[in-house]
């Protein structure tokens, strides 16, 4: 009961309907978070500078004589980690479409926005890139709130440029990476050559995309979360109790204040969780729309804890029915079943990239024609052949019948398969009379490379009707 009045009050008190970074007048609060430190911090460091590396050095590694990330979307062409993907496989990449739908969907709903803090790259070029930048050129968040306070003067005006040179030339060479995923590193150092004499319109783009990613890390910044991003306004439709969120532990923490009073809970109300927030909200207010699940907040308030010598996870990683009903564990059966079908999902796409073959061939009969007469001993049926190669080096290819006997008669030239091209032919399949028993036998047929057998296909021949009677 007492938890119950608690949680009442709580809810009375710290409810919002109004976004931190926006005052009563409708106009833009700037948010001056203090660098973060700990245990979680650390770990996210780690995350997102391997997934800066990995963004920088892709374009400029290759496999196979690819490149490691390609996404030629004006040749239809798209390479990842040395596997070449063509129009021919439009189907496997609506799959992941469907299921990278499904995996945010219940991923989100399991546990909240983690992507957002972790991996979005929306916070890792923010909070590992820019931030640090800021925080060694202007100082911690004070130092950050005294020199945006004070007037312009030579040492303010040295700093801002020196900062905002820094960022231009981060977002200039972040726009050049991304148009080397596009078109091939290669051909952007071509296009650059020229520049500004010769190719200017595409100066002019990269330009333009340099303006836009220097506004949004440089100004716009949070409001991305908070106003832009789809995945955080739905948030709220995916997010139940269950979930599983950086959440402030009201039931423990509250009423909040400092001293060794016996009716204050564990929260001294020094604000350093609101202190670090990079979107300027106080997490103890529950959960809320600009909050991304960074932990910045875990770690400020463990610091705190251990401190004042107390139990650490005031703020942590639980859903909103755990701490109500003070409840330590994590997980729940929802919880543990929604993982194992994200697993499963993650298994069944990966599978079918991997077992994608390099040559894909499709062998249908014509439509339209029946048998002919091939001599005096031997039936035909005519096949339509498509063969496309999605290998990087050009392949030879042969068809062999393999049951039942019978000869292959390729119309045309031989199947020389060039990368990425779509080879048409035409094709007869003759059988003897003597190994037809009926209208329509089934076929075997091998298909080769190099003489080595890279898969079979099944069709069937049509014979005479006569031969069901006989």
Not at 70 to 85: H, I, Y
Not at 207 to 215: D, I, R
Not at 417 to 422: A, D, N, S
């Amino acid at each position: 009961m007492a938890a119950e009045e608690k949680t009442s009050d709580y809810q009375k008190v710290t409810f919002r309907d109004r976004m931190s970074t926006v005052d009563n007048e409708g106009k833009r609060v700037w948010v001056f978070p203090q660098m973060p430190k700990g245990k979680l911090y650390n770990y996210r460091r780690v995350v997102a500078y391997t997934l800066l590396a990995f963004f920088y050095l892709a374009p400029h590694l290759k496999i196979k004589g690819e490149q490691l990330v390609f996404l030629n979307f004006l040749e239809r062409k798209f390479v990842l980690f040395g596997n070449t993907f063509y129009p021919q496989d439009f189907h496997l990449l609506v799959l992941a479409f469907i299921t990278l739908l499904v995996f945010i969907i219940l991923f989100t709903v399991v546990y909240g926005r983690i992507f957002c803090g972790w991996t979005c790259p929306q916070t890792v070029f923010l909070e590992f890139l820019y931030r640090p930048i800021e925080y060694l050129i202007d100082g911690n968040r004070r130092k950050q709130q005294v020199l945006a306070q004070q007037p312009m003067n030579l040492k303010k005006l040295s700093k801002r440029l020196l900062k905002h040179g820094i960022y231009l030339a981060i977002s200039f060479g972040t726009i050049i990476t991304f148009w080397s995923y596009l078109i091939g590193y290669p051909n952007v150092l071509a296009n650059m050559s020229g520049w500004p004499g010769s190719n200017f319109s595409s100066l002019l783009v990269v330009l333009a995309f340099t303006a836009a990613h220097y506004y949004v890390f440089a100004w716009f910044r949070e409001q991305v979360c908070s106003l832009v991003c789809p995945y955080g306004r739905l948030q709220g439709v995916m997010l139940d109790q269950n979930s599983i969120v950086v959440a402030y532990d009201y039931v423990r923490g509250e009423p909040r204040g400092r001293g060794r009073n016996e009716d204050k809970g564990d929260c001294i109300d020094c604000k350093r969780c609101v202190d670090v927030c990079p979107t300027g909200i106080d997490i103890r207010n529950g959960t809320q729309l600009e909050c991304i699940n960074c932990t910045a907040c875990i770690d400020a308030c463990n610091s705190v804890m251990y401190a004042v010598n107390k139990p650490k996870g005031l703020i942590r990683y639980a859903s909103e029915r755990s701490i109500s009903e003070s409840k330590k564990h994590v997980l729940n059966t929802r919880a543990i079943a929604y993982s194992v079908v994200l697993v499963i999902l993650l298994a069944v796409v990966s599978y079918s990239f991997m077992n994608r073959g390099d040559v894909e061939t499709t062998i249908i009969r014509a439509q339209g024609t029946l048998f002919q007469e091939y001599g005096a001993d031997a039936y035909s049926n005519l096949y339509n052949l498509q063969m496309v190669n999605k290998t990087s080096d050009a392949v030879q290819m042969e068809l062999k019948l393999l049951t039942p006997d019978g000869e292959i008669k390729l119309m045309g030239d031989e199947l020389n398969l060039e990368v990425g091209k779509v080879a048409k032919r035409n094709l007869l399949i003759i059988l003897p009379k003597n190994t037809l028993s009926q209208s329509n036998t089934h076929l075997v047929i091998g298909v080769y490379e190099d003489g080595e057998l890279l898969e079979e296909i099944k069709s069937t021949f049509v014979g005479p009707n006569s031969l069901d009677n006989e």
